[in-house]
């Protein structure tokens, strides 16, 4: 009995020891939160410039229909903060959300402010259908949940304030940081795709994924063998540097180092919007003051009020952190999933793996429209490919969330349950808001014919590119849809 005593003195004790201010990360995790309000605007911002055309009334999937199939009784499994569904008032609640991530980066009410950063973007998540249905929206939601763990409850958060975080948030940077990379990893391999086993996946990578730019032509014409190379780094950086994070601090540091490296190169090869920037900012979390040249003060640290609630959270949130990870990697765990299924909807702990099997060809979908049905003109898209010449643009950190999912509409194949045919419902009815999404409309009129037809596009060689000045050998049209005819009112 004595030793069992002993043994949940010491058990008590260690748990304790997580809810104790976080000294060695008091000012790291102060700048964390700002780039966390920084990620968070750039999303917020990037979501108002389409939200017309994606979500309001006259867009291609309003969210007042969404909100109606979710339903009251479905609210606690499916939350939302769309009580009223009219255009004014979703403007107005994204407006709110750009003016708390504002207020994060700048320091006023933190708490107050990731919660409502939060909150919007969730129901921006969960009534956004398959334009917020991307890895990177509910990483956002997972770590802004993280930070939000930590925050001060305080008006005004300034650099030289005596605050630290809890050390079960910077524990719980350390395990969503290593569960995002190493799930990465694993479900390459568990895919049993022979372009990674054999690491040539990346010959094919640069060309076929969603949005590439100007630098992925060059990286996509390098050596065969340096494509291998660097998918074998890859792997190192996937597999092995996350197992360092669980070990010490000067093995998490280089794990830390490795996967913002990474980071980097995959934003120099391709537009991944602020994925790149938020996992550079889950790295962090590896790091602490002292590798900044911080001196970490002797003085007594102020606690948060709720830091005991928080941490009951903190644990809850890591049980299904584990419970997700472990049915991901082992199939045969997969029922556990139903433990945590009826709060799925509130992203707390997610499952990750971007390109678990390599796509190996490239097909662009272009929309068609003809007043006549025999003279077609195309629907120029903003930042996808329209032809062999236009050079691969740069989208930096903001997503065109519907160029991106025509790439996954190639990939599928055409279904007469898609949301494109909402989308060519729109554009028979000529909406404003719908063709602003698009770079270039062929008629004033509406049109009284509209198609979709796929083509091949291939990276054109050195010799091409100078010769031409086509950055793409483009293949034929094929149909892909049924030729859509306008209803006569």
Same mark, same amino acid.
């Given at each position: 009995m004595g030793l069992l005593k002993n043994k949940l003195i010491n058990y008590a004790s260690d748990l304790k020891k997580l809810l104790k201010p976080a000294h060695s990360h008091r000012y790291l995790f102060f700048y964390v939160s700002k780039g966390l309000g920084l990620i968070f605007l750039i999303a917020f911002i990037s979501l108002l410039t389409q939200v017309s055309g994606l979500y309001l009334a006259d867009g291609i999937l309003p969210i007042e229909s969404l909100v109606k199939q979710i339903g009251s009784e479905k609210w606690l499994s499916w939350p939302h903060l769309f009580f009223v569904s009219s255009d004014t008032y979703i403007l107005s609640v994204l407006w709110i959300g750009i003016l708390s991530s504002l207020a994060l980066i700048v320091g006023l009410w933190p708490l107050v402010a990731t919660v409502l950063c939060w909150a919007i973007y969730l129901s921006f998540v969960n009534t956004g259908s398959v334009f917020m249905s991307f890895q990177w929206d509910i990483l956002l939601l997972e770590v802004g949940f993280l930070c939000l763990l930590g925050m001060p409850w305080v008006s005004v958060w300034k650099p030289n304030s005596n605050y630290a975080p809890p050390r079960y948030v910077i524990i719980a940077g350390y395990w969503c940081c290593f569960k995002l990379m190493f799930a990465s990893g694993v479900v390459k391999l568990l895919s049993e795709d022979p372009l990674w086993y054999s690491c040539k996946a990346l010959s094919v990578h640069y060309e076929t994924q969603p949005l590439p730019h100007r630098l992925s032509w060059y990286v996509h014409q390098l050596p065969a063998s340096l494509h291998q190379l660097s998918c074998m780094i890859m792997f190192i950086i996937e597999l092995i540097m996350p197992i360092l994070i669980l070990i010490n601090r000067k093995t998490r540091q280089i794990a830390g180092l490795s996967v913002i490296a990474l980071m980097v190169i995959v934003m120099l090869t391709g537009n991944y919007c602020f994925f790149n920037l938020l996992t550079c900012l889950l790295a962090l979390?590896?790091?602490?003051?002292?590798?900044?040249?911080?001196?970490?003060?002797?003085?007594?640290?102020?606690?948060?009020?709720?830091?005991?609630?928080?941490?009951?959270?903190?644990?809850?949130?890591? !049980?299904?952190?584990?419970?997700?990870?472990?049915?991901?990697?082992?199939? +045969?765990?997969?029922?556990?999933?139903?433990?945590?299924?009826?709060?799925?909807?509130?992203?707390? +702990?997610?499952?990750?793996?971007?390109?678990?099997?390599?796509?190996?060809?490239?097909?662009?979908?272009?929309? /068609?429209?003809?007043?006549?049905?025999? +003279? /077609?003109?195309?629907?120029?898209?903003?930042?996808?490919?329209?032809?062999?010449?236009?050079?691969?643009?740069?989208?930096?950190?903001?997503?065109?969330?519907?160029?991106?999912?025509?790439?996954?509409?190639?990939?599928?194949?055409? +279904?007469?349950?898609? /949301?494109?045919?909402?989308?060519?419902?729109?554009?028979?009815?000529?909406?404003?808001? !719908?063709?602003?999404?698009?770079?270039?409309?062929?008629?004033?009129?509406?049109?009284?014919?509209?198609?979709?037809?796929?083509?091949?596009?291939?990276?054109?060689?050195?010799?091409?590119?100078?010769?031409?000045?086509?950055? /793409?050998?483009?293949?034929?049209?094929?149909?892909?849809?049924?030729?859509?005819?306008?209803?006569?009112?």
């Open positions: 979390f590896c790091l602490d003051d002292r590798f900044f040249h911080k001196q970490i003060m002797d003085e007594a640290y102020q606690h948060s009020k709720h830091y005991y609630l928080r941490g009951i959270v903190a644990s809850i949130l890591l !049980v299904m952190t584990v419970i997700n990870l472990s049915s991901q990697l082992m199939p +045969s765990l997969r029922p556990l999933r139903a433990i945590t299924q009826p709060i799925s909807g509130w992203r707390l +702990s997610n499952t990750y793996g971007l390109f678990a099997n390599m796509t190996t060809k490239r097909d662009e979908i272009e929309i /068609w429209a003809s007043i006549d049905k025999q +003279s /077609w003109k195309p629907y120029l898209f903003k930042d996808k490919p329209n032809s062999a010449q236009e050079i691969p643009g740069w989208t930096w950190f903001h997503q065109p969330r519907l160029d991106w999912q025509f790439w996954f509409v190639a990939l599928r194949g055409y +279904s007469q349950y898609s /949301w494109t045919n909402s989308l060519i419902t729109r554009l028979f009815e000529q909406s404003p808001a !719908v063709l602003a999404l698009f770079k270039e409309v062929p008629f004033e009129q509406a049109p009284n014919y509209i198609v979709m037809v796929k083509k091949n596009y291939q990276f054109s060689n050195g010799q091409e590119k100078k010769e031409a000045q086509s950055w /793409w050998r483009v293949g034929k049209a094929e149909q892909f849809s049924p030729v859509f005819q306008k209803k006569e009112k």
